[in-house]
């Protein structure tokens, strides 16, 4: 399979502990996205990487989240003190440049997601 | 900053029946616009994008959408659904980094 695979796929814990997901992009996609969809709603940017740099982090990235991606490939993102709020689905995903560059059009290859579940 | 509405979150068809759910978008620059779908439970698989040319896509599994950008809108269709259809779907809006904005999703039930 060469799609874009996360770890876990489910994760259950209680409040105040913290949690760490994995996202394993196409091999050849040297740019990685984080994004939350909570219920009911579409996913929200987090943050995003080029290689190994972390370019861009949403405001909703509060300073209990952190990701990282240290050798360019793939990338994790950890939740410290987990809260209520932290409950929902979190996608990965993936682009490759286009000739020439990255392209406002280049088509994002998603992950399944993990779905949290902080009791 | 970019924004996408998806007015109707719940929408109900029946199989055969022919389908349009509707996107509006607010963008400063030249839209770059994507439907997706979801499976419960499941990620999101790409059905169509549009950037320049055409304002009549074609996607796969038989959706189309059509660009207006004075209605500033990127509507979906499809001719006849299926009730293997039945998923939410998402409209979105790329900046130039190639992150996307995402419209709240509607919800397409098929009935038999």
């Known amino acids: 399979d060469t799609g874009v695979s996360q770890d876990p796929r489910h994760k259950i814990t209680k409040r105040g502990q913290n949690v760490t997901f994995r996202c394993d992009p196409i091999s050849e996609h040297n740019r990685l996205y984080w994004y939350r969809q909570t219920l009911g709603q579409g996913p929200e940017f987090l943050t995003y990487?080029?290689?190994?740099?972390?370019?861009?982090k949403s405001r909703l990235l509060s300073d209990r989240f952190s990701a990282e991606r240290p050798k360019g490939s793939f990338s994790t993102l950890e939740i410290q003190r987990t809260e209520q709020g932290d409950s929902a689905m979190y996608l990965c995903a993936s682009i490759s440049p286009a000739t020439g560059g990255y392209n406002s059009y280049n088509e994002q290859f998603f992950g399944p997601g993990t779905r949290l579940t902080v009791l | 900053a970019q924004s996408v509405t998806q007015p109707d979150i719940h929408i109900t068809v029946s199989e055969g029946a022919s389908l349009e759910l509707r996107c509006n978008y607010s963008?400063?620059?030249?839209?770059?616009l994507f439907w997706y779908v979801q499976s419960p439970g499941q990620g999101l698989q790409l059905l169509l994008k549009?950037?320049?040319?055409?304002?009549l896509v074609q996607g796969i599994k038989g959706f189309e959408a059509e660009f207006k950008r004075s209605q500033s809108s990127f509507n979906l269709r499809k001719p006849s659904v299926h009730w293997s259809d039945a998923a939410e779907y998402f409209c979105a809006v790329n900046t130039n980094a190639g992150k996307s904005t995402f419209g709240d999703g509607t919800t397409l039930t098929v009935k038999p």
């Open positions: 963008y400063g620059a030249t839209p770059y």
């Open positions: 990487f080029q290689n190994e740099a972390q370019l861009e």
């Open positions: 549009y950037f320049s040319g055409d304002t």
